[in-house]
Structure formats: C-alpha cells, structure tokens
C-alpha cells in the first residue's frame, strides 16, 4: 500500500483534473445553448428558401433550368463535405463521423474526393489516406454565414467545373442533448421533390403552374438563389455539428467528473485507512514504550526498595 | 383584402404579417405589390422596403436579395433586413466610419475583401439615410413621394 503522502498527492491531482473537467462541462454547457439559438434563427430563412426553390423547381421543363438542378446522366466523381470539430475531448464525437463517412464512402463506386472542415476529420481522412482537396478548419467558435459561404461557394464550383458529379454534405445531427445522430444528406445537383409540396398546398394549389415572370431573367435569379441557398445548406450543417459537438463534450466531460468523484471517494477511503492504520501502530508504540517503561520501573524498584 | 408578407435574413424572421400594399426596391425597379399580384420572382437591389397595413406603416432597410411574389404572399429573402425603427444612429454612424476608413487602407489587389468592404459601406450608408428619414417621423411613407 502507498504511503499517506503519496496518497494526499494522489487525491489532490485527481481533484484538479475533476475541476477542469467541470468547469469544461460548464463552458460546453452554455455554447450548446448559444448554438442551438443560431441554429433556430437560420431556419425560417431556410424553409422559406426551400418552399421558394420547390416553386421554381414545379415551373415546366425543370431539366433544362439550371445546372445546378440538373442531375448527371452518369456520375464519375464524388465530392463529400465531411463536418467535424477542430478540437478533442468530445467523446466519440469526430471518430463516430469519420467512422460513418468511411462506411458510406470508404468502398464507394467511384472516386471520392474530400472537403473537410474541421481540424479533427481531416487529420483522420488524411490518415486514412483519402484525398482531401480542401480543408477549413480553426472555424471561428460562433461562425456567421459570411465566414462559412465559401465552402458552400467551393462545392457549387466544382460541380460546375465537372470535377465533382454530385456533392454529398456529412455532418452530426443535433437531436438533443444526448442523441446526435451522423447524417448524410445530398447537397448537389439540388433533389427538389415538386410531389410533396403539391400535396402539402392541395387547396392551393391552382397557383403553382402559373409560370412565374422573372425580373430579370430566369438565369440571373436562379444563379443568385441556388448558390446561396447550397452555402445556406452548409452552414446549417456547421450550426448543427457544433451544437453536436459542445453537446457531445459536455456530456463527456460529465461523466469523467463524475467518475474523478468516484475516484476521489475511493482514494479517500483508502487514504483513511492507511492514516487510521499508522495511528493504530504509533499507538501501538507508545502502549508498548509505555508498558516496557512501567515494566522497568517495577524492576528497578523491586531490587531498590 | 390583404396579402400576406414575410420578410426572412439568413439568421432570423425580420417581419411576417399581412398587409395592404408592399413595395420592393426589385433590380429593375421599385415595385408595388397589391393583392392578387401575379407570379414574379425578382431580385431585390440595396434599397428600402415599404409595408403598409391598415393602421400602421413599416419600412425597411434591405441590403439586396430575391423576393417571390404569389397571389397570397410575397416571401423576400434577403441577405440582410432590419426594420428601420431598429436602427440604431449612433452605432450605424461608427460603423460606416470604420468601413469607410477600412476601405481606403485595403490593397486594391485583394478583390473579394474590398467588395465586402464595399458593401459593408453601402450597407451602412442605406441604413443611416434610411434612420435618418424615418426615424420618428410622423408623416406618411407613402404620400411623400
């Protein structure tokens, strides 16, 4: 058994790293929240330019529209935008996305090119081997749409350019505090399912096949909307990942404060021990000086007297 | 009769209600839009929009963006909006002077950062002019012009 010292030194180091884990949890706690803020505030913006792109798409001779709508008869290369963190201590939070990217992507039929954002994911890709074209990461902790646009800008243009046949988005899903879910969505060409919105608006829906007039023309306006909207997509996908992310570290950090707490009991438990046990035979000691001196003392008496 | 009008930015609902009468500073000019408008998708230019409903009247700063236009509603998306009652002077003033001073220090090779810059200045701009004329002001928006 360890000395009471060694012991004292033990219990203390273990209750450091319990406070910083607390107070991590705490920090976690309260981005989470502000994440979850941003993320309510982006979506009326989204739905609303969702409905917007869904009327457009309804309009007659949709192949022909725009590019960026329009699916390729066969698709070559694939270009995937992998969301993760930039730091560590979150759990399982950035291998669990890689680990599913791979199983998605790892034996995909063609080619697969990587966007990576996040230190964390494109270290592993990289690690792994994959070919990472571009890499955003040390995003700033509560990134505006400004500061993420160009990686939405970045997969329209290789789309465009035909070095990417389709563009798929993998981020983490923000359920709620204890379930994030890795999601896989497709981001480009743009799926805009016209059924579903025709169904939802059945009572109005006489206004849809009215052909739309453009000011000014049709090209203009959907090369300013689609783009946009795709950089939209993307930043969804960063707000969601890092509330993900904070929720995913404080849960983490919950449970290695919670078992420095366990530990700390246990270490304090033996520490008494060990403290009760060199009490016990320093009395022990003393009771046995003590006797052999009164023994002594007798002797010595006896033979005096 | 009214139609209904939502105007969205990227991180919030700027205003949703319905209303008499919308005017849109659209890119190839400003346009009113009544009940029963017929379809039109358009792209909105920096400018002013115009709500008016039956008792009250709004206006606000839009720094470009597209605008559909339905016979029941008109959904703008803008890039940025803000109602012009919520402008604060005073920190619209220090940002348009930060902007403008930051556009005279910018190189002229790094493109994209004096468009943002650009912009930021045009933005501020309208936002101020806007304040400044509608701030506290009784009178109509409409009648004036």
């Known amino acids: ?305 | 009769m009214s139609i209904r009008c939502e105007i969205v930015s990227q991180d919030r609902m700027v205003y949703e209600g319905d209303v008499d009468i919308v005017v849109l500073p659209g890119s190839d000019g400003e346009m009113g839009i009544l009940p029963h408008h017929s379809p039109v998708l358009t792209t909105l230019k920096f400018g002013l929009i115009k709500i008016r409903t039956n008792n009250e009247e709004h206006v606000f700063t839009v720094a470009g963006g597209v605008a559909e236009i339905q016979p029941t509603i008109v959904t703008v998306l803008a890039d940025a909006a803000e109602n012009v009652k919520e402008i604060d002077v005073a920190r619209a003033e220090t940002a348009r002077q930060r902007a403008a001073e930051a556009l005279t220090q910018v190189k002229t090779e790094d493109l994209d950062a004096y468009l943002a810059l650009e912009a930021a200045l045009r933005r501020s701009n309208l936002r101020l002019e806007a304040a400044k004329r509608y701030h506290d002001v009784k009178r109509s928006v409409f009648k004036e012009e």
Do not use: C
């Open chain 1, 1 to 305: 058994m360890a000395s009471a010292r060694e012991m004292r030194l033990r219990i203390r180091s273990v209750k450091n790293i319990s406070q910083v884990t607390r107070a991590l949890q705490a920090v976690s706690a309260s981005k989470v929240r502000k994440a979850i803020a941003a993320l309510m505030g982006t979506r009326p913006y989204a739905t609303k330019a969702w409905q917007v792109l869904t009327h457009v798409a309804g309009q007659p001779g949709r192949d022909t529209l725009h590019p960026l709508l329009t699916a390729r008869a066969t698709v070559r290369k694939t270009l995937v935008v992998a969301i993760s963190g930039d730091r560590g201590l979150a759990g399982a939070y950035n291998s669990n996305l890689i680990r599913f990217v791979l199983k998605k992507f790892g034996n995909y039929s063609n080619p697969v090119n990587y966007i990576a954002v996040g230190r964390k994911g494109r270290d592993l890709l990289i690690r792994r081997h994959n070919n990472v074209i571009a890499d955003f990461s040390n995003l700033p902790p509560a990134p505006t749409f400004a500061d993420v646009s160009a990686i939405g800008r970045l997969a329209v243009d290789e789309f465009l350019s035909g070095n990417a046949d389709e563009v798929f988005l993998v981020y983490t899903d923000f359920v709620n505090m204890v379930r994030q879910d890795s999601t896989v969505k497709k981001l480009l060409p743009l799926e805009v399912d016209t059924t579903t919105e025709r169904v939802e608006n059945y009572e109005n829906s006489h206004r849809i096949p009215a052909a739309y007039q453009y000011e000014p023309a049709e090209g203009e306006i959907l090369d300013e909307i689609i783009p946009r909207f795709t950089a939209l997509q993307v930043y969804q996908a960063i707000l969601e990942s890092l509330a993900s992310e904070h929720a995913a570290r404080m849960v983490s950090m919950r449970n290695a404060t919670d078992n420095a707490n366990e530990l700390i009991s246990s270490l304090q438990l033996q520490y008494n021990k060990v403290r009760q046990q060199t009490i016990t035979s320093d009395m022990l000691d003393i009771a046995g000086g003590a006797e052999a001196l009164a023994q002594a003392n007798i002797h010595s008496g006896g033979e005096n007297g």
